[in-house]
């Protein structure tokens, strides 16, 4: 009689641990689930985190990029999706960067020794900390140069894709119905071995017959 109880304490217990591992498995994934489709729902990130941000010591600026022709209320920063007309804007985030005359070169290509300079402003000062610039784009890839004329000069730079697809982007928007579904066949598979579940199934065959 002991023997026996032992026993059965000890598969209570390896079955309450199983238990116990797959509530935290599945307690994961939906925090994978609900952070991811949070962040992209909200869409908004630390200032330090944003991709359109560029920072040199406690020099902030920002880049938007328009094109109203496509889409009116839609702003991009790396990605612009549509061959074209494209609005640039550059914001002096920091106040000082106002005091600083700031130069613009738009380059054709990835490669600043390489590529072909398609839009040039020379250094001027923006005491309202905004400038808007428009240029035409092709398909392919740009580089920005912004240069504030500080002591010494400070140098931001964007990588800019027109019409590219970008990979990192779909991975990362294919993330949530990946664990969605990888959650679904977990707890799917959990529940066909459950012998409570297949008894019911087996009950609810037994009533139709």
Same mark, same amino acid.
């Given at each position: 009689?002991?023997?026996?109880?032992?026993?059965?304490?000890?598969? +209570?217990?390896? &079955?309450?641990?199983?238990?116990? =591992?797959?509530? #935290?498995?599945? $307690?994961?994934?939906?925090?994978?689930?609900? @952070?991811?489709?949070?962040?992209?729902?909200?869409?908004?990130?630390?200032?330090?985190?944003?991709?359109?941000?560029?920072?040199?010591?406690?020099?902030?600026?920002?880049?938007?990029?328009?094109?109203?022709?496509?889409?009116?209320?839609?702003?991009?920063?790396?990605?612009?999706?549509?061959?074209?007309?494209?609005?640039?804007?550059?914001?002096?985030?920091?106040?000082?960067?106002?005091?600083?005359?700031? +130069?613009?070169? &738009?380059?054709?290509?990835?490669? =600043?020794?390489? #590529?072909?300079? $398609?839009?040039?402003?020379?250094?001027?000062? @923006?005491?309202?900390?905004?400038?808007?610039?428009?240029?035409?784009?092709?398909?392919?890839?740009?580089?920005?140069?912004?240069?504030?004329?500080?002591?010494?000069?400070?140098?931001?730079?964007?990588?800019?894709?027109?019409?590219?697809?970008?990979?990192?982007?779909?991975?990362?928007?294919?993330?949530?119905?990946?664990?969605?579904?990888?959650?679904?066949?977990?707890?799917?598979?959990?529940?066909?071995?459950?012998?409570?579940?297949?008894?019911?199934?087996?009950?609810?065959?037994?009533?139709?017959?």
């Amino acid at each position: 009689m002991q023997i026996r109880k032992i026993k059965y304490l000890s598969t +209570g217990g390896s &079955v309450v641990a199983r238990q116990k =591992i797959w509530t #935290g498995i599945s $307690v994961l994934i939906l925090a994978m689930v609900f @952070y991811t489709s949070t962040a992209k729902a909200h869409g908004k990130v630390a200032i330090e985190e944003d991709n359109c941000m560029r920072q040199i010591g406690e020099n902030m600026i920002h880049l938007s990029a328009y094109q109203p022709q496509i889409d009116e209320e839609g702003h991009y920063c790396t990605d612009i999706p549509k061959v074209g007309n494209t609005i640039l804007v550059i914001d002096l985030v920091d106040p000082s960067l106002r005091d600083m005359p700031i +130069g613009i070169k &738009v380059i054709k290509g990835s490669n =600043i020794d390489e #590529g072909e300079t $398609v839009k040039h402003i020379q250094p001027t000062l @923006y005491e309202d900390g905004v400038i808007s610039t428009q240029s035409s784009f092709d398909q392919g890839k740009y580089l920005v140069l912004i240069t504030a004329e500080g002591v010494p000069p400070l140098n931001y730079a964007y990588h800019l894709r027109v019409e590219m697809i970008n990979y990192a982007n779909v991975f990362r928007a294919s993330i949530g119905p990946m664990v969605a579904l990888l959650l679904t066949t977990l707890l799917g598979y959990k529940l066909f071995k459950s012998k409570r579940f297949r008894s019911w199934l087996a009950s609810r065959g037994s009533k139709k017959d």
